[in-house]
């Protein structure tokens, strides 16, 4: 009694449990807190393979059912409803995203190339992004620290930044702000590691960012400039080391 979009959903779910039985997922929930970009690179990787499976299994379906298919896993529709942007992006990625990725590899070595990314899944989103720098032992590099804020401020968390993240920030900002960036898919391809730290004063709170470019022209950068102006107007540009306040 299930109907079309039920049972795309069932397809996909069904595809996580056999590819656990068989490959074994990656511990995506055992990764440490300062690891959210490989975790997030991994699950485009299952999602990615659990999408496909889902619409190779659609594309055996007769015509009208095929035009009944809405969104099966709802990722269209209430999840991301009243969530700004930037965080509705990063929900979907894995599925979008994800897809892309897996569909890669297919094209490559069919079946056999998707299993095989199991044993050794994408270490950053940069992979998931730019599938041809998938490949075993790529890793982002540790960016240089950034300014250290004097007490009493204190650090309270370090978080990684990956690929995805900066993309997603330039998608999300305002209009006048998005056209400010030059080339965001081919700026971001330069990210090759950062990290963010929280800092905190009491009630105050403040942040760094810190990143690693590739080698070359300094786009990436420019980028974060402009966005950053155009989101933060009144900010001023400032050079040496933070003072207190």
């Known amino acids: 009694d299930l109907g079309v979009n039920e049972r795309l959903t069932l397809v996909h779910e069904l595809q996580h449990a056999v590819a656990h039985q068989v490959l ?5 929930e055992s990764l440490a807190a300062t690891a959210q970009d490989r975790g997030l690179a991994e699950r ?5 393979d659990a999408m496909l ?10 015509a009208h059912e095929q035009q009944k298919i809405e969104d099966p896993l709802g990722i269209k529709g ?3 409803e009243g969530i700004p942007g930037y965080i509705a992006r990063e929900i979907l990625f894995p599925y979008g995203q994800g897809l892309e990725f897996v569909c890669e590899l297919y094209r490559r070595g069919g079946w056999e190339a998707v299993n095989h990314a199991y044993s050794e899944p994408p270490a950053s989103t940069l992979e998931v992004l730019f599938p041809q720098r998938f490949y075993p032992g790529f890793a982002a590099g540790e960016p240089r620290e950034a300014h250290t804020l004097r007490p009493p401020w204190r650090l309270a968390a370090i978080q990684e930044f990956g690929a995805a993240d900066l993309l997603l920030l330039f998608r999300a900002g305002k209009a006048t702000v998005y056209e400010g960036v030059t ?13 963010i730290r929280l800092w905190v004063r009491g009630p105050n709170s403040a942040m760094t960012l810190a990143f690693r470019e590739a080698p070359g022209r ?3 950068c420019l980028n974060l400039i402009r966005w950053y102006a155009g989101m933060f107007p009144e900010a001023k540009e400032v050079s040496g080391r933070l003072e207190d306040d």
């Open 24 to 28: 074994g997922l990656p511990q995506t």
């Open 44 to 48: 485009s990787l299952v999602e990615g």
């Open 53 to 62: 499976t889902m619409w190779r299994y659609a594309l055996t379906l007769p």
């Open 78 to 80: 209430e999840p991301t």
């Open 183 to 195: 080339n965001p898919l081919m700026s971001v391809e330069r990210w090759r590691g950062s990290q």
């Open 218 to 220: 300094s786009e990436l």
